[in-house]
């Protein structure tokens, strides 16, 4: 027996065209973009003119004749700078403030290096009393400090030098330094170490080829925090030196103010000679420097 309605049933089972796959939604607005662009730009713009302003009255003063009122610094003169360097010895004052500075940045950065490791590696029954020790000493004013380093410098005849200077803002820098190494060792995974001592490296070649790289960022940021604390700091050069051959730039910006008068070209000129180190250490270091402080805050 033939059945027929063949055809009929394989007309019957053919399958629709598959529908369209819906839009997707429109994104959703972010909270930038439904403030106005003006919102945002207009209390920055005036917050960058607060800033520079006064930014710019230090140049006019430094650059402009004595005794000038013009807006304007022209005609354009170096005199402030060559008074304050030569007659009012700035110069002696900038080789010493370099010196305090380096020396500083490299005892801060090697303490803090060595104890940071120790407190990222190593427990130890009163690791978290000397953590709290650390995060209180930040509280202490640098003014209650003058007395008992005064006295311990005068018993190690210290006074009128600038080890003493280096030695308390050493001391000074090293809480934060240390807490910020560690807290970037701690990012540091413990098995690239690990691998290192298998590999037959003891514990300090392994730290200086496998972790030590790694901490550049973190280095940098101690130091140049080091660095430029100890180059702005005023009161351990005014009370630990007596001499003016021996003083830093603070001290030497303080004598150019009197009671009875102030040479402000003099004084402007001072102070773009302080300020132009700094400003240029941070600008070659500034990757680095937001790197380091980014990570180091961050607990591992």
Known sequence: MVRGGGGGGGGGGARAPPRPAPPPPPPRPRAWDEVPRWHIYLPLSVYLVFTLVPFYWIVLFALRPAGSTSLVPWPVTFDHFEKVWTERSFGTYFQNSVLVGLCTLVMTTLVALAGGYALARFDFKVK????????????????????????????????????????????????????????????????????????????????????????????????????????????FALMFLNNQDKQTIPVGLNTLMSADSVDLGALAAGGIIAAVPVVLVFAFIQKWLITGFSAGAVKG
């Open 128 to 235: 978290r009393g000397f953590m709290l020790a650390l995060l209180c000493s930040q509280f202490v004013p640098g003014a209650l400090l003058l007395v008992p380093l005064f006295e311990i410098f005068a018993k190690l005849q210290l006074i009128n030098s600038l080890g003493s200077v280096i030695l308390a803002e050493t001391v000074f820098q090293l809480p934060l330094s240390m807490i910020l190494i560690s807290n970037f060792i701690k990012n540091v995974p413990y098995s690239l170490e690990e691998a290192a001592w298998v590999d037959g490296c003891n514990r300090l070649t392994a730290f200086r080829i496998v972790v030590l790289p790694l901490l550049r960022p973190g280095l940098i940021a101690v130091g140049s925090f080091a660095f430029v604390h100890s180059w702005n700091h005023f009161l």
